[in-house]
């Protein structure tokens, strides 16, 4: 019965998006957006939470309620633009989507050398590899998989188009070898909290937060590029994918060493990309529970 409910709520929203004017959906998409707001006062509260550990006063109280209200406008209109980006064409996605800095990913598959892409729950972030698949080459992400099947299924469909192919985050880092091994691209999402057994500790917005490692392990062990890569928009129609410069992780005697500094300096751009444009960060996320679980304690 569920799984029929959560499939006519995605129908009844898909027919919104592929069958009404532009102007219409904006308008219902904002009234939804505002509607959610308004009703989910817990995750609302998270998000104040997170902005006032990560800015303190440099942001204003204004400021932060216009990023915590553009975050859920960010989540319906992301899924909005999902809906229209299943069976896209190479065509239409070269419409909507522009690269800066491509040459830096040009530059590293010419000359044959492994690649692993990073990114945040940032922006359009399900956009992002669709794009990079269709205009770069095969991709092998990791995501965790719906509770629901039926959802599952379709976001399943919708991320596996231009030879992506998606692992279960768990038992993921066997199939990211084989990948690097032939020839793939790995794209991994790194913004999010990590358990005490799984992360490594470095510094976030000047707090200390638990970091994935798998990128800088990976590295260090293929000799690969970790480049990172975020997307972002200002209306929702046209997006930019930036690349920044590889980082490169060393390879010493110190393997320890050598992980921590690697995976600081994908923490340092990530908090780079966030500071620019605070307001297309996923702030729902509980990103300091690891080491200060006591801000979030009286949800």
């Known amino acids: 019965m569920k799984e029929k409910f959560y499939l006519a709520l995605f129908n009844a929203f898909q027919f919104i998006v592929r069958y009404t004017p532009r102007f219409i959906q904006n308008v219902l998409f904002d009234f939804l957006a505002w509607t959610v707001y ?3 006062k817990k995750h609302r509260k998270i998000i104040r939470i997170n902005l006032d550990f990560a800015f303190g006063d440099e942001l204003d109280s204004k400021k932060k309620k216009e990023i915590t209200k553009k975050c859920y406008k960010n989540i319906v209109y992301n899924l909005a633009d999902f809906v229209r980006n299943q069976g896209i064409s190479k065509e239409q996605l070269s419409k909507k989507v522009n690269f800066e800095n491509r040459e830096i990913l040009d530059r590293a598959l010419k000359k044959g050398e492994k690649v692993i892409l990073i990114t945040a729950h940032y922006g359009n972030w399900e956009l992002l590899p669709l794009s990079i698949a269709a205009f770069f080459g095969p991709l092998t992400g990791v995501g965790r998989a719906l509770d629901s099947k039926t959802m599952n299924e379709i976001l399943k469909r919708n991320r596996e188009q231009y030879d992506i192919r998606m692992l279960d985050k768990k038992g993921a880092m066997k199939g990211l070898i084989n990948a690097l091994k032939n020839g793939r691209m790995v794209g991994l999402l790194v913004d999010q909290n990590t358990a005490e057994s799984e992360g490594v500790l470095i ?6 937060a638990r970091h994935t490692p798998s990128a800088a392990l990976l590295s260090r062990r293929f000799n690969a590029k970790i480049i990172p890569a975020f997307i972002k928009t ?3 129609k ?3 994918i930036t690349f920044y410069e590889p980082i490169i992780t060393p390879k010493t005697d110190n393997a320890d060493e050598d ?8 923490a340092n751009i990530t908090e780079k990309v ?14 300091w ?3 200060y679980e006591e801000i979030y304690r009286n949800l």
Do not use: A, C
């Not at 966030?274 to 990103?287: A, L, T, V």
């Open 238 to 240: 046209n997006y930019t």
């Open 274 to 287: 966030i500071r620019q444009k605070p307001d297309e960060w996923f702030w729902f996320h509980k990103r």
């Open 289 to 291: 529970k690891n080491q």
């Open 234 to 236: 200002e209306d929702y």
């Open 259 to 266: 992980i921590l500094k690697s995976v600081q300096m994908q």
């Open 203 to 208: 510094d976030f917005f000047g707090k200390k």
């Open 38 to 40: 308004k009703l989910d």
